[in-house]
């Protein structure tokens, strides 16, 4: 046998072992790389913390991963129990909605230029039986007979998530337990595969972006919902605290507080409170705008030394093809593709300010 020969098994022998990890850890990757996100945004906090145990990494570990779990899990758990106590009233009433249909609301035949469009388009949709089932392209809904079926399913789905809720954590234990060997071994590879400067100027910029991205995402987010929330509450919406968590994980995503601050602002108009409804859509439309467009570009941008653009690009493209996880793995290919783009581009790098390493 050549050694042509010789590598050419060797590396199919090589492929063949990663496929088959890949195959059977499949179901995992979700709960892992939401580990590895996590890990790195928290590790200069589990550094502190292990100092303060001396040794005894194992247990910084597990205490900064109860914390964790604790500022993760039990706003998490808080917010389903709260839903479940009202889970059989909605359930009932989206299926008695699909089967009978739901009556236009007074107060929408009344607005001004828009009012009879929207009136003819609830008739003849919403209003009709099962029309509520038709507007989703989920037509799941026609299989419901009755609220248990619908609450059954829908808790199914929230089960899986505490199910991956729990495989995270586990992971970010033994993330935490070994990182630094773990890092040594992921260094040691990129050295080998590619030369050890050019591999040391990509991956210094991966926590970089995590840990900005965590800050402009999450904080900012969870900002928004508290600030949003007060208008719940100043406004007289039911379950005030419920609705701003809400508002809290979808302002995560960019964008996305809107379809809870203006759902809200619907319950509010809906039950005939229209002063209060457009106080709460128009204090959620400037909550979102500064945050937006000011707050969160400039925390990740600033951190990241990124354009506006490719943070935006980032976020909504990183959504759209890998789901939430992606809102932290976008921003990361973008700065990496940035990188790329200067270390081809030397003359560039002035531009913003971060000099470029040439690969050897």
Sequence with gaps: MTETQRDILSAGF?????????????????PLIWAGILCVATWPLYQRIRMRFGRHH??????????????????????????ARQA??????????????????????????????????????LSQPHGLAHLFSDREINGFHSASDLIKVVGVGVMHRLVDFGLAFLCL?????????????INALGSHWFSELRWQHYSAKI????????????????????????????????????WAAATGVL??????????????????AFNGAIPAAIA???????????????????IIGNATRLPFLAVLFGILGGVETLGLVGL?????VMVLFVTLWHEANPATATDVGSPVAKPR
Excluded: C
Aim: proline share 6%; no cysteine; aromatic share 12%.
């Design 58 to 83: 194992i247990i910084a570990a597990a205490v900064l991963t109860l914390l964790m779990a604790a500022v993760f899990i039990v706003p998490v758990l808080l917010g389903v129990a709260q839903a």
């Design 173 to 185: 234990f033994f993330f935490y337990k070994d990182g630094e060997v773990l890092n040594r071994q």
């Design 207 to 242: 926590p970089t972006a995590i840990r900005a991205t965590v800050n402009g995402l999450v904080l900012v987010g969870l900002a928004e919902g508290i600030l949003i929330g007060i208008g719940y509450a100043f406004a007289g919406l039911s379950s005030p605290a419920l």
């Design 328 to 332: 932290f793995i976008g921003p990361v």
């Design 88 to 125: 059989p009233v909605l359930a009932n009433y989206i299926v008695n909605a699909n089967t009978d249909g739901i009556a236009v609301p007074g107060f929408v035949q009344h607005l001004p230029v828009i009012g009879d469009a929207i009136t003819n388009w609830w008739q003849a949709t």
């Design 251 to 268: 302002a995560i995503i960019p964008f996305g507080a809107p379809l809870a601050f203006v759902s809200g602002a619907g319950v509010l």
């Design 280 to 298: 709460v859509a128009a204090w959620g439309g400037v909550v979102l705008f500064v945050a937006d467009h000011f707050v969160r570009p400039g």
């Design 14 to 30: 090589s492929l063949t072992l990663i496929v088959l990890a890949a195959f059977v850890m499949q179901r995992f990757f979700l």
